[in-house]
């Protein structure tokens, strides 16, 4: 499957391609389709470079710009020109699709992803995920402001602390009233 780099996104233009990549997944989003439904894609579809980045690793894509083929480490160093602490968030992101998660990014809730089981259309994301380095500071405030984020939209809000390659630590946080 071809995609074309535009700035930090990637866009799927067969429409065949895009409707297979989403039906088998739910990567990216249909362009001008708010609550996509599988097997109903009829235009392209625009991915995030973190989930780009993972389909290209497993074979799935295949990435262009400017007509030229980017190579693996081309887009990793893309990832890291966009993303802050991209290592970490990919493998947080890796983390949870091969656990059979679904991914999206989480942008419009003030995160970094936002989690299904299920998938988008099929139930709302559970899960808010925030990925934090294993030295940096949260503080209180911080918290209460994920916790008052996930709680204002019935989410759960997990923080993911990467301590090495083969290790993430998740921090669930559950509110509740007295």
Same mark, same amino acid.
């Given at each position: 499957?071809?995609?074309?780099?535009?700035?930090?996104?990637?866009?799927?233009?067969?429409?065949?391609?895009?409707?297979? #990549?989403?039906?088998?997944?739910?990567?990216?989003?249909?362009?001008?389709?708010?609550?996509?439904?599988?097997?109903?894609?009829?235009?392209?579809?625009? #991915?995030?470079?973190?989930?780009?980045?993972?389909?290209?690793?497993?074979?799935?894509?295949?990435?262009?710009?400017?007509?030229?083929?980017?190579?693996?480490?081309?887009?990793?160093?893309?990832?890291?020109?966009?993303?802050?602490?991209?290592?970490?968030?990919?493998?947080?992101?890796?983390?949870?699709?091969?656990?059979?998660?679904?991914?999206?990014?989480?942008?419009?809730?003030?995160?970094?992803?936002?989690?299904?089981?299920?998938?988008?259309?099929?139930?709302?994301?559970?899960?808010?995920?925030?990925?934090?380095?294993?030295?940096?500071?949260?503080?209180?405030?911080?918290?209460?402001?994920?916790?008052?984020?996930?709680?204002?939209?019935?989410?759960?809000?997990?923080?993911?602390?990467?301590?090495?390659?083969?290790?993430?630590?998740?921090?669930? #946080?559950?509110?509740?009233?007295?």
């Amino acid at each position: 499957m071809k995609s074309e780099l535009i700035e930090n996104r990637l866009i799927i233009w067969n429409i065949a391609d895009a409707n297979k #990549l989403f039906s088998n997944g739910y990567y990216g989003k249909p362009i001008g389709i708010s609550k996509p439904k599988h097997n109903e894609i009829d235009v392209p579809l625009i #991915l995030d470079l973190i989930e780009g980045y993972y389909l290209m690793i497993k074979s799935k894509i295949q990435i262009f710009k400017n007509k030229k083929k980017i190579t693996i480490n081309a887009m990793l160093k893309i990832c890291k020109e966009h993303h802050y602490n991209f290592d970490k968030k990919f493998q947080v992101y890796n983390d949870f699709r091969e656990k059979g998660y679904i991914v999206n990014p989480g942008i419009k809730f003030g995160c970094d992803f936002a989690v299904y089981q299920k998938g988008p259309g099929i139930d709302h994301a559970p899960f808010l995920v925030q990925v934090y380095n294993k030295n940096e500071n949260i503080s209180s405030t911080d918290v209460v402001l994920a916790g008052r984020l996930a709680t204002s939209v019935k989410k759960q809000f997990i923080l993911a602390v990467p301590f090495s390659t083969k290790k993430i630590d998740y921090i669930a #946080l559950d509110w509740w009233k007295a």
